[in-house]
Nanobody
């Protein structure tokens, strides 16, 4: 079965940095696009960033462009999200997702309906 697991969520001060990781098993990882989403309770999931199957192309939501960087290591079945200059509005549950249809990302923020497998999330809390 496909398993998706996020790690790295923590409490961090405004202006700080944090790196999230997502490890996937049960599929041919290098065939699929991967993305990060975030969600505040009671609100819709927000697409943050996407990386295509090879890691050669990425996309970002305007809200995180220039602050967050997505990367992947296909040999380790892992996708990462390096977050810098964190703001209080970045506080959310962060989810990792797998896209199995095309292997590519749309421009701008990823859309929830494009993705097929999801992790359970890791909480990021930015203080102040």
């Amino acid at each position: 079965q496909v398993q998706v697991m996020e790690t790295g969520g923590s409490l961090v001060e405004t202006g700080g940095s944090l790196r999230l990781s997502c490890t996937v098993s049960g599929l041919s990882f290098d065939d699929y696009a991967m993305a990060w989403f975030r969600q505040v309770p009671g609100k819709e999931r927000e697409g943050i960033s996407c990386i295509n199957y090879s890691g050669g192309d990425t996309s970002y939501a305007d809200s995180v462009l220039g602050r967050f960087t997505i990367s992947r290591d296909n040999a380790d079945n892992t996708v990462n999200l390096q977050m810098t200059r964190l703001k209080e509005v970045d506080t959310a549950m962060y989810y990792c997702a797998v896209e199995r249809t095309s292997g590519y990302c749309r421009e701008g923020e990823p859309l929830e309906t494009d993705f097929d497998f999801w992790g359970q999330g890791t909480q990021v809390t930015v203080s102040s």
